[in-house]
C-alpha cells in the first residue's frame, strides 16, 4: 500500500490545483470576454468549479484529519461531504445562470467570430487539464479522497470541454459558422448542471452514512471467512466516514470456543480486513457460537426484504 507515500502528495495537492485552476480560470475567462468566445467563457466556469474544488481540498485536509473526541466520536471526516454539498447547490445556481444567459444568446442570434487567440488559450487548456487528471487520479486512487476523486474526473471532463470550445472556435472561424461558439457554450452549461447535481447527490449519499457496495461487503465476507476457525459470517454493517470505511460484521465460531481463544479469532478476522480492504479506519468484529450467527443473520436479511416491500426470502444466505 502506497498510502504513506502518497499523504504527500494528498497535502500538496489542493494548492497546486488551486493554483492552476485559478491561474486557467482568469485566463480563460478574461480571453474569452476578450475575444468574443462565449464557450471559452463557459470553459472559465469549468476551471472556476475546480478552483471550489480544489478549496474544499484544502478545508477538508486539515478538520478531517483531526483526531476523534466526545463530541466527534466518528471522526471529522464527513467535513468532505458537507462542503461538496453546500459548494454543489452554489455551482448549481452559477452554472443555471450560464445556462439562461447562453440560451439568450441564441435565441436572439447574438453570434460572432472569436479571435484565434481564444483557440491557443483552449489548446493550453487542454494539456494542463489532462496532465492534473492523471496527477489527481493517482492520488485519489491512493488515498480514497472523496473531494480529490471529484476533482480528478473534474479536470478529465475540462479537458474535454475545452476541445470542444477548440472545435467550436474552429468551425466559426474557418467555417464560418458563428453561432458554434454559441452552441457549444450551451451544451457546456448543460454538462456543468448534470456534474454539480452528480456532485450534490454524491455528498448527499456521504451524509447519509451510505453502506459500502455489494461486491465491497461480499469481499468483506470471503476475507473474515478465510480465517482458520471463522464457521460463518453474520451481520455485516459498513459506512462512508470521509476517506474512511468503517466496518462490523458477527462471525460464527465454534461454540465450545473459550472466550479468549474467540476473542483471538476476531482479532485475526480485524487484522485480516485491515490488510485486505482497503481504506478501512475501523473494524469490530463480534463473535457468537456458529448457529446463533447464522439466525443473526437471517433476521437481518428478512428485515432488508420487509423493508422493501419484497416478500421473504426462503434460500439460504
Known sequence: ??????????????????????????????????????????????????????????????VSQKPLDQEHPFGHGKVEFLLALVISLLLLLATGFLFYFSAGNLLEGRHNV??????????????INWFMHRYTYCVSAEINSPSVELLSNYHGVSSYASLAVALGIIGAHYLVVPWLDTVVSLLVSVHLIYLTGEMFWNAFRGLMDTAAPRKVIERIRKVALRVSGVLGVGEVR?????????????????????????????VQVETALVESIPHVGDVGVQFRSHKESREVYEHVRQEGFESLGLPQDKGGA
Open 238 to 266: 459498513t459506512r462512508q466516514v470521509g476517506q474512511e470505511l468503517w466496518i462490523t460484521l458477527v462471525i460464527g465460531v465454534d461454540p465450545t470456543l473459550t472466550l479468549t481463544k474467540a476473542k483471538a479469532l476476531a
Open 1 to 62: 500500500m502506497k498510502y504513506s507515500k502518497c499523504i504527500v502528495c494528498y497535502e500538496g495537492v489542493g494548492w497546486i490545483g488551486l493554483a492552476v485552476n485559478l491561474a486557467l480560470s482568469i485566463l480563460k475567462l478574461f480571453i474569452g470576454a476578450l475575444s468574443g468566445s462565449h464557450a471559452l467563457v463557459a470553459d472559465g466556469l469549468y476551471s472556476a468549479k475546480d478552483v471550489v474544488t480544489s478549496s474544499v481540498i484544502i478545508v477538508g485536509l486539515k
Open 114 to 127: 472569436p479571435h484565434l487567440i481564444a483557440l491557443w488559450t483552449a489548446v493550453l487548456s487542454i494539456v
